[in-house]
């Protein structure tokens, strides 16, 4: 595969598109349909005579076709059919410069999506919270996709404007706002990306070129062509679009939606190039610039470095360290919770990372995963309580707070945010939010929101859930109840569990042993009948119970003399002495050795 002379024009006001196999190309301007020619360049190029200015509505025509939008537009205002407008990052103000920039392994990480974050669901309404999240003693937020998308509302999973900021949103001007806000208040900034596949709407891409191919294929269908004829250029769509995020909207780090879906038989496969390019722009600019990424394979190569062979990703989602901390604390055991549940099983996640590393996994029916070479940092890997997924794609998108006591949900906090792991909140958790996230849509073609309504109830009835109990995705008022309710966080309870979320993150700041990445100095003991468990770290006992009634826990090694200092404590009747913790029900406490 050979680069190609030319590529997309540096200037963002002059348009330019890659259409190999185009006759013609027009710039089509939306205000009055004027065609002006377009100049054929090397590579497949296609590039505007003019520049435009900022603000301007434009399409392009390939051989006199009808006009579509921009493929790497960066404002949609009329949606995902409509005309790209120009937009000119250079012309925002930063005032960030004191920032000193934030790598994603060890942060304290906070996923929000934006249109349900807030009533406005704007990232400006957004930014108004983040001294909040700062107080709270989070270090990096992350944004679910921001991507332009089909509609107002939705998860943005099925973006189809990757270069866009979804206009519902506030637009690419809203994104940097935000941003430099963060950056103020010295928070980092993730965004999630989606480069597996499109939405089922609005997608142009192949208008233009075939960006994807029949040899791969996908959940979603045709899998993105890294590596067939022309895809260099498909490489560098992504490759693009990641360092343009990194650079112009100075964003700090990537998380890569589904990355085992991304089918690359190349010699160098697209993400340990993406690894290298994002660090070498981190490099040039003299701040950091990560990765994560979320892979179903349960393989450390994904973050192992590129130049030992492996993908390159700074750290990686954990799926098994929750489904374990999950179905340890509910009791579930459906779907891929089947191997999840006792003690034993918790244990092995919080030391080995992975629990299926090579062994059965019953729900995949199959071998699944290796084991996590000694040399990988606990902090290459991400862990939650919650996240999108795992309570969005509930039937109902219920939060553990809809069954758990709040000791419960404390006791898994604190396995969370005290393990040797990198943690990440999902919102609302601080405060025990009961408010559901639910799986909602604003598909504008009628055709296509009936047939994922359709399918999302049958999903779920074959599960035992009756249809009509199942949230249409296309009603609007899905989005509505899925709205943070901060009334929440201002009770007695809100308060008091929002609290408890501040000191054990303080916590894990002020104990080297806690924020410790070394995963040799964690061991791990439970007891299922009792319904404890105890997370050793260095000098540092976390002890968690699940019991509805008093359980007393021993510290491990030394004697009934060697108590410790009682750190942290859920309930204030808890109690350090003898050599035992007490705890009168489900909570946690925290002792230093």
């Not at 540096?10 to 196999?21: A, G, K, N, Y």
Request: hydrophobic residues 40%; aromatic residues 8%.
């Amino acid at each position: 595969m050979s680069a190609p002379a030319t590529g997309p024009t540096s200037d963002p006001r002059t348009p330019s598109v890659w259409s190999p196999s185009a006759t013609s190309m027009d710039l089509v301007l939306a205000a009055d349909g004027t065609r002006i020619p377009m100049s054929a360049a090397e590579g497949g190029w296609w590039i505007a005579p003019d520049r435009l200015a900022v603000g301007t509505d434009y399409l392009f025509s390939r051989d006199g076709r009808d006009p579509a939008p921009d493929p790497r537009s960066a404002h949609q205002p009329d949606g995902v059919h409509g005309p790209s407008r120009i937009f000119d990052p250079r012309d925002f103000t930063w005032s960030d410069d004191a920032f000193a920039g934030a790598g994603l392994r060890g942060s304290v990480i906070y996923e929000l999506h934006v249109g349900t974050f807030t009533v406005a669901g704007t990232l400006d309404a957004a930014a108004a919270h983040l001294g909040d999240l700062r107080d709270l003693g989070v270090t990096m937020v992350e944004l679910m996709p921001l991507a332009a998308f089909p509609g107002t509302n939705g998860w943005g999973y099925d973006g189809v404007a990757l270069y866009a900021v979804h206009d519902a949103y506030g637009g690419p001007a809203a994104l940097q706002r935000f941003v430099d806000a963060a950056h103020g208040h010295g928070l980092g900034v993730c965004l999630d990306v989606v480069y597996n596949h499109l939405g089922p709407d609005g997608n142009y891409l192949g208008t233009f070129a075939d960006y994807f191919t029949d040899r791969h294929h996908t959940p979603w269908g045709h899998g993105l062509n890294a590596d067939g004829p022309d895809s260099h250029e498909v490489r560098e769509f992504v490759i693009g679009n990641a360092l343009r995020w990194m650079r112009d909207f100075r964003i700090d780090a990537l998380r890569l939606d589904a990355v085992h879906e991304i089918r690359d038989d190349s010699r160098t496969h697209l993400l340990a190039e993406l690894a290298d390019r994002v660090h070498a722009l981190g490099a040039e600019l003299g701040l950091p610039r990560t990765l994560v990424a979320e892979s179903d394979l349960n393989d450390d190569r994904m973050v192992t470095p590129t130049a030992s062979g492996g993908r390159g990703m700074d750290a990686q989602w954990d799926d098994d360290v929750h489904h374990a901390v999950h179905a340890w604390a509910t009791g579930e055991r459906q779907g891929y919770y089947v191997d999840f549940g006792p003690g034993e099983v918790l244990a092995r996640a919080l030391t080995s990372v992975f629990v299926h590393d090579g062994g059965f996994s019953t729900f995949r029916d199959t071998d699944w995963g290796r084991p996590v070479g000694a040399t990988r940092g606990a902090d290459q890997f991400v862990v939650f309580a919650q996240n999108h997924d795992q309570v969005g794609n509930r039937a109902t998108g219920d939060r553990p707070s809809a069954s758990l006591p709040d000791g419960t949900l404390i006791a898994e906090a604190a396995l969370v945010l005290l393990s040797g792991f990198t943690p990440m909140l999902f919102m609302g958790e601080e405060w025990g939010s009961t408010t559901p996230f639910m799986y909602f849509t604003d598909h504008v073609d009628a055709a296509l929101g009936q047939a994922v309504s359709d399918g999302r109830r049958s999903e779920f009835a074959d599960f035992g859930w009756a249809k009509e109990d199942v949230p249409d995705p296309q009603d609007p008022a899905t989005r509505d109840r899925s709205v943070l309710d901060r009334a929440e966080a201002h009770s007695t309870r809100g308060r008091r569990i929002l609290d408890a979320y501040r000191r054990l993150i303080a916590l894990r700041g002020a104990e080297d042993d806690l924020s410790s990445p070394d995963r040799s100095t964690t061991s791990v003991a439970t007891d299922d009948d009792a319904g404890w468990v105890r997370m050793t770290r260095g000098g540092v006992v976390v002890v968690v119970s699940r019991a509805d009634g008093p359980v007393e826990v021993p510290l491990g090694e030394g004697g009934p003399e060697d108590s410790g200092e009682m750190l942290f404590a859920w309930h204030q009747e808890s109690s350090v002495a003898d050599g035992a913790v007490r705890l009168p029900g489900p909570g946690a406490v925290v002792v230093r050795r």
